[in-house]
Each structure stands twice: as structure tokens, then as C-alpha cells.
């Protein structure tokens, strides 16, 4: 079965850096054709794809937010690792990790609510 | 970027009647070399994540009820429930993998 979730700070101060974790478990980052991937929701708006890693450490960004963006993976302790820099207000969102099956986002996380504020 | 745009924003259906979602594409997303649409729909219920309700534009995934259906094709696309139970109260999003991801904004289905 597989389960993932997300952790890091639910409050940043505007221009900082924001890391995020996705502890995943039921399947492997290392198996060909596997992917993991972060989307997030601004409150009561729709979702925007960030970035994804593949199982050959192959990594993929939205094209508008890519300068800011890092994706990073530890196999070993079935981790991907997002940051994302100089933090905003409008960057206040839930931020979700999923497994991708085939280009597709079959399995989420249940997502954390990120603020940015000062 | 390819923009999807879903109709109506909101829209509310009476219990065991048919509801409708279309979603258009800025460019077609039909992959001619093995003719699939790089199309998804998503169900997010309150408080919840996204779940995976239909891919290639008009495959169940595993599990989802068959009164949920897709069509459409090239820029095109169309979810249908056929007769609407309480539980389907959601918002719904398509989204194309064609060529990276992108969402459409989001179309919120209630109760007449």
C-alpha cells in the first residue's frame, strides 16, 4: 500500500528559503518508471504542479517557477526533498507529494498548509 | 504552457441527475504517434487531496464507480456523472500531460 507525507515549517517569513519532505512507503525510488512529484493549492484556488524526480534522478520544474525551485532524492530512506527560495505571501499554499504511475499523480499525500508571513 | 479552461466554474445537480464538466485545452493534447489524450480528471472532496478518477481522457481509474465517465478528444474533453449521488459533492479538475502538467482551475459540483 502505498502512503506519502509531507512535513516542514508551516510558517516561513517572507524571503526565505522553505524545505519540504516527502516520506513515502509500498514502493521504491530506485524501480524504473517511478516518479515523485510536488503540487500545491493556494486556499479555495486550483492546483499548480511544481517539480518532479524520476527514478534516475531525471528532475522536471514548472517553467515559471523553476529558477526557485530544487528537487532532490535519498533512496535510502525513501525521502524526495523540495526548497524553494525567496519565499512570498502569494507562495502561501498546501503543499502535496504524489506518486507518479505512467505520468500520472495516482497516490497523494494529505498535503501541509505552508504561510507565509512575517 | 498549455491552459485548460473548465466550464462551468460551479454547477449544481439535483440527486440521480447527470452532471457535466467539459475542460478545454489551449493546444491539442492527442498524441498522434499512439493516438492517447494526455487527460486526467480529479476529484478533491473538502479537506482532502486530489484522487485520480480518470486518465487518458476516458480510462476508469481502478475503483472509481463506472457512473463516472470521460470523453472527448484533441482539446476537447467532457466528464460525466451519470446519475449523482450526495458523495460525489466535490470540486473537479482535469489536467493534460501532454507537455509537463497544468490544471484546469476547478469546477465545484453540489446539490440542487
Known amino acids: 500500500q502505498i502512503t506519502l507525507k509531507e512535513s516542514g515549517p508551516t510558517l516561513v517569513k517572507p524571503t526565505q528559503t522553505l524545505t519540504l519532505t516527502c516520506t513515502f512507503s509500498g514502493f521504491s525510488l530506485s524501480t524504473s518508471g517511478v516518479g515523485v512529484g510536488w503540487i500545491r493549492q493556494p486556499p479555495g484556488k486550483a492546483l499548480e504542479w511544481l517539480a518532479l524526480i524520476y527514478w534516475n534522478d531525471d528532475k522536471r520544474y514548472s517553467p515559471s517557477l523553476e529558477s526557485r525551485l530544487t528537487i532532490t532524492k535519498d533512496t535510502s530512506k525513501n525521502q524526495v526533498v523540495l526548497t524553494m527560495t525567496n519565499m512570498d505571501p502569494v507562495d502561501t499554499a498546501t503543499y502535496y507529494c504524489?506518486?507518479?504511475?505512467?505520468?500520472?499523480?495516482?497516490?497523494w499525500g494529505q498535503g501541509t498548509l505552508v504561510t507565509v508571513s512575517s | 504552457d498549455i491552459v485548460m479552461t473548465q466550464s462551468p466554474d460551479s454547477l449544481a445537480v439535483s440527486l440521480g441527475e447527470r452532471a457535466t464538466i467539459n475542460c478545454k485545452s489551449s493546444?491539442?493534447?492527442?498524441?498522434?504517434?499512439?493516438?492517447?489524450?494526455?487527460l486526467a480528471w480529479y476529484q478533491q472532496k473538502p479537506g482532502q487531496p486530489p484522487k485520480l478518477l480518470i486518465y487518458?481522457?476516458?480510462t476508469r481509474e481502478s475503483g472509481v464507480p463506472d457512473r463516472f465517465s470521460g470523453s472527448g478528444s484533441g482539446t476537447d474533453f467532457t466528464l460525466t456523472i451519470s446519475s449523482l449521488q450526495a458523495e460525489d459533492v466535490a470540486v473537479y479538475y482535469c489536467?493534460?500531460?501532454?507537455?509537463?502538467?497544468?490544471f484546469g482551475q476547478g469546477t465545484k459540483l453540489e446539490i440542487k
Open positions: 487518458w481522457a476516458s
Open positions: 493546444q491539442s493534447v492527442l498524441y498522434s504517434s499512439n493516438d492517447k489524450n494526455y
Open positions: 489536467q493534460q500531460y501532454y507537455n509537463s502538467y497544468t
Open positions: 504524489a506518486h507518479r504511475r505512467v505520468q500520472l499523480f495516482d497516490y
